[in-house]
């Protein structure tokens, strides 16, 4: 694909999703949502990319949806309503992140607002420099957060804490939101994505298969029982035993050295 709105690298053993769009401190549209909906299904099922690193820029990691998305045409309400649910790109893109097989990491400096936050609410873990910015300031618009920030983040951060953000739409530093859970690492400004990618070569270096069913446990037991989630994990760590990658990790271990892991 011929991207416009963003830039894709693969580094080492990850792929790298840069949103481009400076001019518009990296907001989202259609065009940008299906860029990396194509990215994203491409590394799919590519077996030498480990993980997802999404990035911004210095200013801004994403700040949400490009508002010129909200113009509607007169008699069209009901037509919106429809493309939201089956085809609008930006939809698809929170709707079905979440159900990539291979870790995403959002690496956030400056900005990550409205949709911006969302979008890496719905990856797997965030690093932020201590430049971050987080806020789902849509009430202040007449709006509500539509890309999943009313689910994801009380599921981080708890409902009280989440119905504050919310409800007046503040802004957070990076120290608040390590405070609050809801980052995994605060950096020195500018090194949030070595950090990010520090923590994509450790995986990277595991075997695949493993992360893939521990992330899939992992996300499907939140919704569950604890018996529920017990017994899932304990069908999907069986089927590791008729791994490949099993016998060479156990192998290494015995051998006293590093395993080669792939995916098998």
């Known amino acids: 694909m011929n991207y416009q709105d963003i830039i894709v690298e693969k580094v080492e053993g990850w792929l790298e999703v840069t949103i481009n769009r400076p001019e ?3 907001s989202l549209r259609e065009q940008t949502a299906e860029e990396i909906l194509a990215a994203l299904s491409d590394a799919e099922t590519d077996r030498t990319v480990g993980a997802i690193i999404f ?4 200013k801004a ?3 949400g949806i490009d508002t010129s998305e909200f113009q509607l045409k007169e008699n069209e ?3 919106f309503y ?3 649910k089956r085809s609008r790109k930006v939809n698809v893109l929170f709707r079905d992140l979440p159900g990539y097989t291979k870790p995403i990491i959002s690496a956030v400096e400056g900005f990550a607002l409205g949709g911006g936050l969302e ?3 719905v990856g797997d873990m965030i690093v932020a420099g201590a430049n971050a ?3 789902l300031p849509e009430i202040r618009l007449g709006l509500m957060p539509g890309g999943g920030g009313t689910q994801t983040l009380p599921r981080l951060i708890g409902t009280a804490l989440a119905k504050e953000l919310m409800w007046t739409g503040r802004r957070i530093t990076a120290t608040e939101a390590k405070e609050y859970r809801l980052v995994n690492h605060v950096t020195e400004p500018g090194k949030a994505l070595e950090k990010a990618q520090e923590l994509a070569r450790t995986i990277c270096a595991n075997a695949p298969l493993s992360v893939m ?3 899939s446990v992992i996300d499907r037991g939140m919704d569950m029982t604890l018996a529920d989630g017990m017994a899932a994990e304990g069908d999907v760590s069986f089927m590791l035993y008729f791994t490949e990658d099993r016998n060479e990790g156990l192998g290494a271990f015995r051998e006293k050295r590093t395993p080669t892991f792939r995916g098998e």
């Open 119 to 121: 979008l890496a609410l």
């Open 61 to 63: 990691f994403c700040t």
């Open 24 to 26: 518009k401190m990296n």
């Open 82 to 84: 429809r493309k939201r």
């Open 213 to 215: 069913f521990t992330k």
């Open 77 to 79: 309400y009901f037509d």
């Open 133 to 135: 910015k987080f806020g």
């Open 55 to 58: 990035k911004g820029s210095e």
